[in-house]
């Protein structure tokens, strides 16, 4: 099960306490921001992306998009989102719960610096009704990313 799975990958760094079990759905950014009362930006959305037809995940602050110009000069191809229905068999999670750790093997994680501009963010805790609430510096050490990327950019 998805949400034990994050659970216990918390626990494991000493962060279970942080797991947010929600009552009412967080499938989506603004769904996720009001249950949790925070701002959309804080949202850790996380982008499941296929690169030279693998599967990645790109994290980003709640209110930004693709870049399409950034993210062909770092990744060197267009962005491609994986197909929902392969998601859980790839990535380990299905679409509106996707967490950015406690994944399948070989799937790498990317987080855009968008993130930089919050105290607090909120990825998805494995499940459409769950969160997890972490630092950005947390965020980095749970899905072991050493360095931030630029491919996103504020939503108009």
């Known amino acids: 099960m998805a949400q034990l799975r994050v659970q216990q990958y918390l626990a494991a760094y000493g962060l279970g306490a942080r797991y ?47 870049d399409n110009h950034k993210y062909k000069q770092y990744f060197h191809c267009k962005a491609q989102m994986c197909p929902r229905e392969n998601l859980t068999q790839w990535v380990g999670f299905s ?8 994944l399948q093997s070989g799937v790498t994680v990317y987080i855009d610096k ?12 494995g499940t459409a009704h ?13 899905t072991q990313v ?8 504020l939503a108009a």
């Open 95 to 102: 679409a509106g719960g996707v967490c950015p750790f406690a």
């Open 146 to 153: 050493k360095e931030l990327i630029d491919v996103c950019k």
């Open 20 to 66: 947010l079990d929600l009552t009412v759905s967080s499938a989506t950014v603004a769904e996720a921001a009001q249950a949790l009362n925070c701002t959309p930006g804080q949202i850790a959305k996380t982008l499941s992306l296929l690169v030279a037809g693998k599967p990645i995940l790109l994290v980003t602050a709640g209110d930004t998009k693709l």
């Open 114 to 125: 968008s993130l930089t501009r919050f105290d607090l963010i909120y990825p998805a805790g």
């Open 130 to 142: 769950s969160a997890v609430r972490l630092t950005l510096a947390e965020l980095m050490m749970l």
